[in-house]
């Protein structure tokens, strides 16, 4: 199967996972839970197709959603919110929760987007939709004690959120590996060339919790 078939029929499913999760959203009594699905989903569109694919798979989510569910505080959750960060944990993967210093900058800049991103759909719920969204906003609000209240409960509850994320997205990516390119399978193909012009298998294994197997630890098992 070609690189760009495979990156393909990836990012294919993960668009048909998502839109699941978003219609879960909208048609079942729950939270805003199944989003934080969709936006791995794009997540993995992006890193196993491409950053092409990945806003297609955001896109058709939000229409299809919105389709499902029309105007609600949901739908402007997934739109302000659940995309982009499915977009943004791209470059955020590359900040590890396992080092300090990484994991520092990660939750700073977590809360920096949920504060931004969940003040956005509150001021446009409160002051630009003020009607035909499905719930009263500010009355909603009002009983949790205020909008500084319910950042403080959500920040919280998104960062903890973001680290589940990260773990699920480095064991996922380890069993996902990245597609090889034509010049890569090349490169890859001549590095397996022994001495005698036979080929060995080079390509790496994984063993069941998503770590790679190293060629060594075989020799020192039979030894």
Known sequence: MKVQT????????????????????????L??????????????????????????CAAASIGLMFLMSGLTVKWLMLVLIFAP?????????????FKWKTALIRVVTVIAFFNLTIGVVYLIATNVLTVGLDINVNAWVSKVGGYAVLAVIATAVLVSLDFMFYATAVTVLKKLPASLTKTELIKQKK??????????????????FGYEIKKGDDKKDDE
């Not at 960060?85 to 929760?97: D, I, Q």
């Open 31 to 56: 939270s805003f839970m199944p989003l934080l699905l969709a936006a791995f989903c794009i997540f993995l569109a992006c890193k196993r197709g491409s950053m092409v694919y990945g806003l297609l």
């Open 191 to 208: 590095a397996e060339q022994n001495s005698d012009g036979r080929a060995e298998n080079t390509q790496p294994e994984y063993d069941i």
């Open 6 to 29: 495979k990156k393909l029929t990836t990012a294919a499913v993960c668009t048909a996972l998502a839109v699941i999760a978003c219609a879960a959203t909208a048609y079942l009594p």
């Open 85 to 97: 960060y499915g977009v943004a944990s791209v470059p955020l993967n590359k900040l590890s929760y």
